[in-house]
């Protein structure tokens, strides 16, 4: 995700633009810039860093009197966080600049048709082949910027939400809109532009949202024009009146940050995989993987180091690598793999999965891994950190910005990114059949839609929350690829709630556990129809005959569980492997109603940082 500003009116572009900026560094923030027409010139600054390095940098840089502006924050897919990256880019003529949120998936091909008609870039972003492809269109075909705008997109796969201005048309801004948002803010004689519409809420209420595959023309003194980007067709305008205040818009509306980002996961999964998950075709496309393929298919086995919920998003690895395409891996929390002096040979590929990719204890894990000689690929969510630079190879979560300290979409854009190439390398092995590859690929496809139907629980399952928020342990039990989610789901409340909570192999309990039941401990089984069903049905047997309360997350349809749980929460079905992706839903759920029922800080925790840069 990124954040972008625009404005065309009669007021100071500049301080409009800055503040808006910085109301949506929460989409990213790890590079900033500015276009700023100043009624002469195109003046371009942009940095590295936050908002705030780009406000130090502007003031020695470019003349701020500008009354039209675009202005971008970056939260990095294509290209490291640096200066040559960051947004605005500008066209090889200099009279074209572009901001742009999203990803475009065949920029590849689209700059090498480019740089053969003598196209030079810059940088290594998708964006500046954006900008220049609009170019080449709107001379070759000698047409207006809106028109090029319209012909170039729909040469371009991907997502996008862009704002796009001609200094030699200082009067007019050019905005489109595929799979990110846009928002355009009308006030007198004045268009705001941005991804969200805190950035112009104190200016006016009067707002027009693009949907998806719509541009507009927006010309000062002419007002704005809205197309279809396929057909050119008009489309009528609505205006709302907004009523969210500031707070509510940086959070989607969200209560917090957390909820936002549970919410968030069909689109961050769906991101994660587009570009990847090609099932028409039956490839999953990962530069990082098929450039070291020979290492993975030869490695003795896989070395998974990570902490928390990415050691928990390792275990669900372990399962699907092993089962799929039968290569040995042991899970380490990188906190103990960095001391105990472990036998690592160059024999060995170290997978490390870390959402900020600044966690010490995984980076000194990275490092003896190296140190002896293996390969390191790491799986990451923030371009450009330590742990991404460190590793010999990767691959990127696509899930934006994580705020809040509990990590939820940053696991299951994790389990999405591991889950690829399980499959890919099951694929190479011949592991599996192809049919099963392709059921699988097809399958992966489904997921953000059915984990936009297992979010469809939340009132149900604020109710069993409301009913189990006082307890003062929980034990959280599942099996197979589940074991891992029920370690998870514990996880999950124990961080943002401060109840005790254990989660444990279904079959554990007769080993111990089992003592603790009675009608005080709220016993949370992950009971789906594939994963070792019967046997999990008789451990909820036996916490049942020893009065303990059950709530269990099942295969919607379920009704054997129903007649022993106290309460069930369904999830749709799918491939065993793939459950993780929707079994966790219902359990981070779960913790964050409790956790705001019993008036806890969710998006900060006590004790908790985001990120534990130190041991
Ligand atoms: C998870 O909810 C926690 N915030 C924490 O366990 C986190 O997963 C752990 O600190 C690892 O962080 P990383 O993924 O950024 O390396």
Known sequence: MCGIVGYIGHREAYPIIIEGLKRLEYRGYDSAGIALFDGTDLKVSKTKGKVLDLENRVASEISTNAKLGIGHTRWATHGVPNDINAHPHYSNSG??????????????????????????????????????????????????????????????????????????????????????????????????????????????????????????????????????????????????????????????????????????????????????????????????????????????????????????????????????????????????????????????????????GETADTLAAIKLAKANGAFVFGVCNVVGSSIARETNAGAYTHAGPEIGVASTKAFTTQITVLTLIALKLAKAKGSISNSDYRYHLQELELIPEKVAKALQSDEHIKEVADIYKDARNCLYLGRGYNFPVALEGALKLKEISYIHAEGYPAAEMKHGPIALIDEQMPVIVVATKKGHYEKVVSNIQEIKSRKGKIIGIVTEGDVHVQELADHIIEVPETLEPLSPLLTTIPLQLLSYHIAVMLGKNVDQPRNLAKSVTVE
């Open 95 to 356: 009279n074209l600049v572009i901001i742009h949120n999203g990803i475009i998936e065949n920029y590849d091909s689209l700059k090498k048709e480019l740089i053969a008609r003598g196209y030079t870039f810059k940088s290594d972003t998708d964006t500046e082949v954006l900008i220049n492809l609009i170019e080449d269109v709107k001379l070759k075909e000698n047409v207006k910027l809106g028109k090029a705008v319209q012909i170039a997109l729909n040469q371009v796969i991907g997502a996008y939400s862009i704002a796009v201005f001609d200094k030699n048309k200082p009067d007019e801004i050019v905005i489109a809109r595929l799979g990110s948002p846009l928002a355009v803010g009308i006030g007198e004689d004045e268009f705001f532009i941005a991804s969200d519409a805190s950035p112009f809420i104190e200016y006016t209420k009067n707002a027009v949202y693009l949907e998806d595959e719509e541009m507009a023309i927006i010309r000062i003194n002419k007002g704005i024009k809205i197309r279809k980007i396929k057909d050119d067709t008009l489309v009528d305008l609505y205006v709302q009146e907004l009523q969210m205040n500031l707070e509510q818009i940086e959070k989607g509306g969200y209560e917090h940050f957390m909820l936002k980002e549970i919410h968030e996961q069909p689109n961050a999964i769906r991101d994660t995989y587009r570009g990847r998950l090609l099932v028409k075709e039956g490839i999953i496309r990962m530069a990082g993987v098929d450039d070291n393929m020979e290492k993975f298919l030869n490695a003795n086995r896989i070395v998974i180091v990570a902490c928390g919920t990415s050691w928990h998003a390792g275990l669900v690895a372990e399962y699907i690598f092993e089962d799929l395409a039968r290569i040995p891996v042991e899970v380490e929390y990188a906190s103990e793999f960095r001391y105990r002096n472990p036998v690592i040979t160059s024999n060995d590929v170290v997978i490390a999965i870390s959402q900020s």
